[in-house]
């Protein structure tokens, strides 16, 4: 079964610095790869996804994630965080399963950000 | 596109009472996910369905909970009796099945159980 792991619960960077937030998954075909984001009360949004193709994918409100196979990894970037980034950003990874393609997701990593 | 929506966005109950919460899903979408959120377990899968058939229930915690879709334009989750630890955030979402694409998720219903 595919499974993802965030290993950061919070991170907080300050204003204006740059933005790592680190996802790995197992599953054992190629994996579809997708980050969302989640403000306070509201439900998840997609921010990119990776199904084939260019490894470095870009996404909505200048974020890129890069996927690297020999690493299992996913993370998402950001070059210059700004205030209105603080939320819940989760990492997700689509198996195909009777029919539909089902999200698996992490556990999410909260970003805080310092003015 | 007025998204997926759910209703109602906060439910405060007793233990012990019926709790019914409801989800329009995209026109046109065929999957339909019922996700459950608490802080100790993350996003949970609860059940899912395609053409507004259940394939996957295994999600489902226990009994008291069922979800039914009798069209595809409505689904509905319900917890009889409702209990304290069913508190939790309850998420609808959708997708087109049989291509790889995203979820769309609702707003989600806060079901507080006191």
């Known amino acids: 079964a595919q499974s993802v792991t965030q290993p950061d619960i919070h991170i907080t960077v300050s204003e204006g610095a740059s933005l790592e937030l680190r996802c790995n998954y197992s599953?054992?075909?190629?994996?579809?790869l997708f980050w969302y984001v989640q403000s306070p009360g509201q439900g998840l949004q997609l921010l990119l996804k990776?199904?084939?193709?260019?490894?470095l994918v870009q996404g909505i409100k200048g974020f890129e994630a890069e996927f690297k196979r020999s690493q299992s990894s996913f993370n998402l970037r950001k070059p210059s965080v700004h205030w209105s980034d603080a939320a819940e950003y989760f990492c997700a990874v689509g198996a195909q399963t009777g029919g539909s393609y089902i999200p698996t997701f992490g556990r999410g990593t909260s970003l805080i950000v310092h003015p | 596109d007025a998204g997926v929506i759910q209703s109602p966005r906060h439910e405060v109950t007793e233990m012990g009472q019926e709790v019914t919460l409801r989800c329009k899903p995209i026109?046109?979408?065929?999957?339909l996910f019922w996700y459950r959120q608490t802080m100790m377990r993350g996003l949970e899968l609860l059940i899912y369905?395609?053409?507004?058939?259940?394939?996957?229930d295994s999600g489902m915690p226990e009994d008291r909970f069922s979800a039914k879709m009798p069209n595809a334009s409505f689904s509905t989750l319900k917890i009889q009796p409702s209990e304290p630890r069913d508190s939790a955030v309850y998420f609808c979402a959708s997708s087109r099945s049989r291509s790889v694409s995203e979820v769309f998720f609702g707003q989600g219903t806060r079901l507080t159980v006191v």
């Open positions: 599953y054992g075909a190629t994996p579809y």
């Open positions: 369905f395609n053409n507004n058939v259940p394939i996957d």
């Open positions: 990776y199904f084939s193709g260019d490894t």
């Open positions: 026109s046109g979408h065929n999957s």
